[in-house]
């Protein structure tokens, strides 16, 4: 390495393990040690309300379950149908547990990491072994398996009196410590949460990415023939890819029932599914940042339409219809206008501007 | 170094017989070819010595180890390659990633340490990539390193698809048509990667191939099918002069 590190020009590698750093130098280090800062501390210098907080609480938690679903999905290239129901699975793991010992347990209200991990590890475990029909099944065929569990787990809690069927079971106010986190605090709370928890994740998910265990993911996607005869067995990779996406939503379950103080199954049904496989594809399928962007692009645009209906409901009552129509009908065209013009996601348009800043002035 | 013992095999779909009590030995440190017209079984008895497919008789043997219901997994950590007749190479990934694939098995840190990569899991990772690096340079891969493998043409496909095969450091290397579809220059250029292979590093070598020229020229023992059924076998002017391989595959004159 010559003697600036701050920049990549005139920088050669001369070990291998150089070549292995996340940042090439130390001017990446620094942006984005100053991004995850502000990130940190803006919540501190300006008013933001609970309202607000509570969306960004939201596509938070939603970036940690499509984490998982683009390593299963974009990665090991296997459609998960059911990933509302895995993130199902990690909260009602939380709400079961609350409804057995009591919503304020000093399980619950004070080992809160501990139960998110739990929440993870159940969620593994189901995603083990809705991943298991990937040993025979693939393509579709696969899909309409994991299709099956979003509609058994569906009908489980719906019915099942131990689930209140359906109905939401609530959970108590975590400690902190400061004490109880109060309700005015909770939003705030639980971003600062669930920000370092995507921080810890996205790091990790991208030092997974970089070892054996992440390239395999991607080989069973290309190529398991090939993979099988690289001495990796492609079925087990797969069961492994679904348990690896299990945690991650299993974990953004847990999340989102102690944001939500409770668990309902309104949250977890088909739908909501099919809004995470949009999110992933929006983002950008197969890529780490993709797994950022889409909750963020899909949540805002979300807002944004809401606002037009309440807009136009006022100015025309008489087409109220109408515009509440328009939420699904602006969510299909903005997937159908990706798969069309940008199969790659947003994550494509930051990778040009990143290597249009790198080149500037200079045009290649 | 270990031979490979192929006996009595035969390998049925229903009624038709791709092989039928095929024997072979492919003896350590030499270039065997497997030849006969298309349909013959070669690429079949590939198959089923690295365990895609599983003889329906008949036994395969690699020294101690029997093949013959080992899955490509196990044959593969076991020390036998193969290296594909139609490109099955890993296509969204670049040449390095395709390479250090080949290399999971010697990768044995564990889930943790990937997450955490540092000490174990970066320190194996740095060591396989010199490693991988090596199979580069022999196979003269080096303008490709980061190139996404779909991209580059075919003639250096194939070139990648036997460097990811070298990487796993065989003892025994399964060539299905490495030279079809190549110019003259690139066939030149497999050749003489060929003769490397076995001659610097240290690898047994079985070619399945249609090129006569080349099989003649640089095989130690030739295997010759035909539907199925071994008609001849031995060095190259003997097969050569064999009338039931002239009248199966060769031709007169």
């Not at chain 1, 347990?105 to 501990?114: E, F, G, Q, R």
């Amino acid at each position: 390495m010559s003697a600036n590190r701050w920049f990549a020009t005139g920088n050669f590698f001369s070990a291998y393990r150089d070549e292995q750093r996340i940042f090439a130098t130390h001017l990446d280090r620094a942006i984005f040690a100053t991004f995850l800062t502000a990130l940190f501390v803006w919540p501190l210098c300006f008013e933001v309300s609970s309202k607000n907080m509570l969306v960004l609480d939201n596509i938070l938690v939603a970036m940690v379950a499509i984490i998982g679903l683009n390593l299963v999905t974009g990665f090991a290239g296997l459609i998960s149908i059911g990933h509302a129901a895995f993130v199902g699975v990690g909260a009602y793991t939380l709400a079961l547990l609350a409804r057995t010992i009591g919503d304020s347990h000093v399980l619950i209200t004070h080992a809160w990491p501990l139960m998110l991990l739990g929440c993870g590890g159940m969620g593994a475990l189901f995603g083990a072994f809705v991943g298991l029909p990937a040993l025979r099944l693939k393509h579709l065929y696969l899909a309409i398996a994991t299709l099956s569990f979003q509609m058994i787990f569906q009908w489980t809690i719906n019915f099942l009196p131990m689930f209140n069927q359906g109905q939401t079971i609530s959970i108590g106010r975590v400690f902190w410590f400061g004490g109880e986190v109060s309700r005015k605090d909770h939003y705030f709370f639980w971003y600062y949460v669930a920000l370092t928890i995507v921080v810890v994740f996205g790091l990790a998910v991208r030092n997974l990415l970089r070892s054996r265990y992440g390239r395999s993911l991607v080989a069973v996607r290309d190529n398991d023939r090939a993979a099988d005869a690289m001495g990796m067995h492609p079925g087990l990779t797969k069961v492994y890819a679904f348990a690896l996406a299990g945690f991650f939503a299993g974990v953004a379950g847990g999340l989102h029932a102690y944001l939500y103080r409770g668990a309902g199954i309104e949250s977890f049904t088909l739908q909501q599914s099919i809004t995470y496989l949009a999110m992933a594809i929006v983002g950008g399928l197969g890529t780490l940042t993709g797994a950022f962007w889409g909750p963020a692009a899909i949540r805002l645009l979300d807002l944004q339409v809401e606002n037009l209906v309440e807009w136009l409901t006022a100015i025309m009552p008489a087409n109220m219809n109408l515009a509440t129509a328009l939420k699904p009908l602006t969510f299909g065209l903005v997937i159908v206008l990706f798969l069309m013009f940008e199969p790659r996601g947003i994550a494509n348009w930051w990778r040009i501007c990143r290597s249009y800043v790198k080149l500037w002035p200079f045009r290649y | 170094m270990n031979s490979l013992v192929v006996s009595d095999v035969t390998l049925a779909f229903g009624g038709l017989y791709a092989l039928s009590d095929v024997n072979l030995t492919i003896q350590a440190g030499l270039i065997t070819s497997i030849i006969g017209p298309n349909g013959a079984g070669k690429t079949s008895m590939l198959n089923c010595i690295s365990g895609f497919y599983h003889p329906t008789r008949g036994a395969i043997r690699f020294g101690e180890r029997v093949l013959t219901r080992a899955s490509p997994h196990q044959v593969s950590s076991w020390g036998i390659a193969r290296a594909f007749q139609n490109i099955e190479l890993f296509r969204g990934m670049t040449v390095l990633d395709n390479l250090m694939l080949a290399r999971h098995r010697k990768l044995d840190y564990s889930f943790w340490h990937a997450f955490i990569y540092m000490g174990r899991a970066s320190r194996q990772e740095a060591v396989n990539r010199a490693f991988v690096e090596e199979i580069i340079d022999f196979m003269e891969l080096e303008p490709y390193r980061k190139h996404i493998v779909g991209g580059l043409s075919y003639g250096v496909q194939k070139r990648v698809e036997v460097a990811r095969a070298l990487t796993l450091e065989p003892q025994l290397l399964l060539l299905d048509e490495p030279m079809a579809g190549m110019n003259i220059e690139e066939k030149e250029d497999m050749v003489r990667f060929v003769l490397d292979i076995q001659k610097e590093r240290h690898t047994t070598v079985v070619l399945v191939e249609h090129d006569l020229g080349v099989v003649m020229d640089i095989s130690d023992q030739i295997y010759v099918l035909d539907f199925g059924q071994l008609i001849g076998s031995g060095r190259p002017e003997e097969v050569a002069r064999d009338p039931k391989v002239i009248e199966a595959y060769i031709g007169e004159n």
